[in-house]
């Protein structure tokens, strides 16, 4: 609502709801908890090992939100705006289910692999007959996650001249406050064990897979060995145990809650030299109090069985508290009517994501029984960090722009920015566990860990690089036709007392080389554009002591298409194709003897979009 030029107020409001019925199904070899017959460092190897068929159901329903606030008022040489946001995600998912059929620990496999791919070869298939693979878990789950945010700010500027040049001052705040609760409850049965296999036996459900059938999914590219239960077999007979069994997804212990609040303020001036230089120079100051609760739960296998999950009764509140202050300061001068230099200071931060600052920590313990004596043979501690400090950066960045025309700009730019606290995801393995404070493990006692995953602070590193970047709209002939690209060039590093002696670190999740290019077409009823985005290889985790098992996400290079069509002033349609190339996001260890051995491949294949966007 706007009834004169000095006053206006707007608000908006979103609803959203996603029902999702999830079917998954999976094969997975317990490579990790089998010794390995021959050495992994040729691309290939061999183990004896034990396949676990695993379907999981998972009906959901996710809602959204969300609601946006916003006035402005000017009386004469004062503006004064304010404004509210609020939003809540509410997920869903209740009485999902899982079953599980699991061979005995018998099966003798190859597995030959590169950087990308792993290809499964089943060396004795007999081990794997339906009647062999038994169904061993009924796993119930009962699942919500709230996320809601709601925040307010006021900002007033006054405007004026100094010496003839006009000025200005701005002050403001913001209060913001965001809280996540996670529930999630579950309870799982081996009903095939001396307890639950005679109800189940009297209820003429299956002991295994024989009768249930299986199937090779149409549209998968696995190679190898990868047939699957049939689902439409297996749900029912998962409904049926749960029944027979009275599962009910109980239990807090995967429970864990944050809360995070933020009070923000802010003094800006800004002067203009005449027309040609201005400078832009404040300070904000944040307070943050950030609080985690969660537990510690402790997954038990043994001997192929789930045993009853142990850990903590009581969740354990963990909270932080701090105040930071941000300078910044900008100048920007028109050297000549074509170009335009930049120079610029700022200190900002980034806050570590909810999930690496969770309160939670998983055990999983593996154990075998030999010889009457119960030993464990793998015990690893994966978890968020609760006291993760925020990344701190001082930012230095210089940039010129070429403006020859009003259809063209060329911009080159440097930037460098001095690091404090950069996050650092890291495996702790082996004896180096004591690194993060912890004692390795002991297989007769059971106590100590093999393994550490987690998230921590560094003490410093670094970034800096070039970004180029060029923009065209033709005229002429080619009238409607444009380019558009950029080049990012970049160097970084980060160093921790606690991983390899304080060794330099590439920068997580940060590539070398980003680069985006755009082609297209657009006239007021039409836009056609096909992208291209190039991003270099990331490091994803770090390894307490060998680069070779280093964690790296591969480069990328997609392309999208995007078609826009204006029928009318209130219609347009619209069709997307995403990743048209079909490229697959893989991530990979380094390996031993140049070997990449992989760690994830995601391939989502092509996504097409249609659609139509109708205001009124």
Same mark, same amino acid.
Do not use: C
């Given at each position: ?123 004795? @298939? ?24 709601? $925040? ?61 059938? @299986? ?209 650092? $995801? ?150 997307? @194709? ?19 051995? @992989?760690?994830?491949? $995601? ?14």
């Amino acid at each position: 609502y706007r009834p004169d030029e000095d006053n206006r107020w707007s608000l908006a409001v979103i609803g959203a709801q996603l029902k999702d019925a999830d079917t998954r199904i999976q094969n997975e070899w317990e490579v990790g908890q089998t010794p390995t017959i021959s050495a992994v460092t040729t691309g290939s190897a061999r183990y004896t090992t034990r396949l676990e068929q695993q379907l999981f159901f998972q009906d959901s329903t996710d809602r959204v939100w969300a609601g946006n606030f916003y006035g402005e008022n000017r009386f004469g040489a004062l503006t004064f705006s304010y404004g509210a946001d609020y939003s809540k995600n509410e997920f869903t998912l209740p009485d999902a289910l899982r079953g599980r059929f699991a061979s005995g620990n018998n099966v003798p496999i190859q597995v030959d692999f590169d950087e990308d791919d792993a290809i499964v070869t089943v060396l004795d @298939v007999a081990r794997l007959s339906p009647s062999l693979l038994a169904y061993n878990q009924a796993l119930i789950i009962d699942e919500s996650r709230t996320d809601e945010i709601w $925040s307010a700010f006021g900002n007033l500027e006054a405007r004026f001249e100094v010496g003839g040049n006009e000025a200005s001052i701005k002050l403001g705040g913001k209060y913001r406050d965001r809280t996540k609760v996670i529930r999630r409850g579950e309870l799982s049965q081996n009903p095939t064990n001396s307890t639950n296999r005679p109800a189940i036996v009297a209820a003429g459900l299956p002991i295994n897979l024989a009768g249930l059938g @299986v199937e090779r999914p149409s549209n998968t590219n696995f190679p190898g060995f990868f047939l699957f239960p049939n689902p439409d077999a297996v749900r029912p007979v998962l409904e049926r145990t749960a029944d027979v069994l009275n599962l009910a997804a109980t239990g807090t212990r995967r429970d864990f809650d944050f809360g995070e609040q933020t009070l923000a303020g802010y003094v800006q001036g800004r002067i203009d030299f005449g027309d040609r230089v201005t400078v832009i120079g404040g300070v904000r100051v944040e307070q943050t109090e950030y609080a985690a609760s969660g537990l510690v739960v402790e997954l038990i296998e043994r001997d192929g069985v789930d045993l009853p999950p142990l850990g903590q009764a009581a969740p354990t509140t963990f909270t932080t508290k701090r105040t930071d202050w941000f300078p910044s300061i900008h100048l920007r001068a028109d050297l000549t009517d074509q170009l335009v230099g930049r120079l610029s200071y700022s200190r900002g931060q980034v806050r570590p994501t909810f999930d690496d600052a969770k309160n939670f920590q998983t055990i999983e313990t593996t154990q075998v029984t030999t010889g009457g004596q119960v030993r464990t043979i793998e015990r690893t501690l994966d978890g968020g960090n609760p006291l993760l400090e925020p990344l701190i950066a001082d930012q230095f960045d210089a940039t010129l722009g070429w403006y020859p025309s009003r259809f063209t700009s060329i911009t080159a730019a440097a930037f460098y920015k001095a690091l404090d606290n950069p996050f650092i $995801s890291t495996s702790f393995t082996g004896a180096d566990v004591a690194l993060a404070g912890l004692q390795p493990l002991d297989p007769v006692t059971g106590t100590g860990f093999s393994e550490a995953d987690t998230v921590g602070n560094g003490g410093s590193g670094k970034l800096y690089g070039v970004e180029l970047g060029i923009n065209q709209f033709f005229r002429g002939v080619l009238d409607g036709f444009f380019v558009s690209g950029n080049l990012t060039l970049i160097e970084g590093e980060a160093r921790s007392e606690f991983v390899r002696d304080n060794a330099r670190l590439r920068l997580e999740d940060q590539a070398s080389v980003i680069g985006n290019l755009s082609v297209g077409y657009e006239d007021d009823r039409v836009t056609a554009r096909v992208s291209g985005t190039y991003v270099g290889d990331r490091l994803e985790s770090v390894d307490s002591s060998s680069e070779e098992l280093d964690t790296i996400r591969a480069s990328l290079l997609t392309v999208d298409v995007n078609f826009r069509f204006n029928m009318t002033d209130a219609v347009q349609l619209y069709a997307d @194709v995403t990743n048209l190339t079909n490229e697959k996001d893989y991530r990979y260890t380094r390996g031993i003897n140049g070997f990449g051995i @992989v760690d994830r491949t $995601s391939d989502y294949g092509r996504t097409f979009q249609l659609g139509a966007i109708v205001q009124f």
